[in-house]
């Protein structure tokens, strides 16, 4: 698969960031595009079925690839240790998400703005990508999949209430 346009839009906006933090990597196309503009990739995504396929992927790869890992974002107590982990990261870091907040419910995404936070230094930029409010009357082609439809404003409020500024 190509590269998502945000993951395109990312790569030439932060040429210089030597880390990606992928969340919500799914099956990983964007978590590879970046690996292969030479950037530190660590990709988390909940599904243990998606983390596998794509560590298998990964190990065919000639050089370096993503490192991939299953990450539950409900699970704040696992998540503050990961950012920890991830703070110490020596370099510029761009925290990546795409269409991975509009498939969590909100106390998830109160955990991931604190992962986020945590994680974050004057050298950190996020990334979000997500549906709104206005998007609400597009047809959905995984019916079954969870979405819900962010109002833009209350949202900036939220990441303004967990420490971010735009």
Do not use: W
Not at 17 to 46: E, Q
Not at 104 to 125: G, H, W
Request: net charge neutral; with cysteine; charged share 25%.
């Amino acid at each position: 698969d190509r590269e998502s346009q945000f993951a395109s839009f990312v790569i030439d906006s932060f040429k210089d960031a030597k880390h990606v933090i992928d969340c919500g990597s799914g099956n990983g196309r964007d978590s590879f595009f970046f690996t292969s503009h030479g950037k530190n990739v660590v990709a988390m995504d909940a599904s243990a079925v998606a983390i596998s396929r794509c560590k298998q992927i990964a190990s065919t790869c000639d050089g370096k690839a993503p490192h991939f890992q299953s990450v539950d974002f409900a699970d704040i107590n696992k998540l503050q240790g990961l950012a920890t982990d991830l703070a110490r990261l020596e370099g510029s870091k761009v925290i990546y998400a795409r269409f991975f907040l509009h498939a969590v419910d909100e106390p998830t995404e109160e955990n991931f703005l604190s992962f986020a936070k945590a994680i974050c230094d004057q050298d950190t930029t996020v990334c979000l990508e997500f549906r709104t409010d206005l998007d609400s009357n597009i047809k959905k082609t995984t019916p079954l999949h969870y979405r819900r439809f962010i109002e833009p404003v209350a949202f900036l409020r939220r990441c303004s209430n967990a420490g971010f500024r735009p």
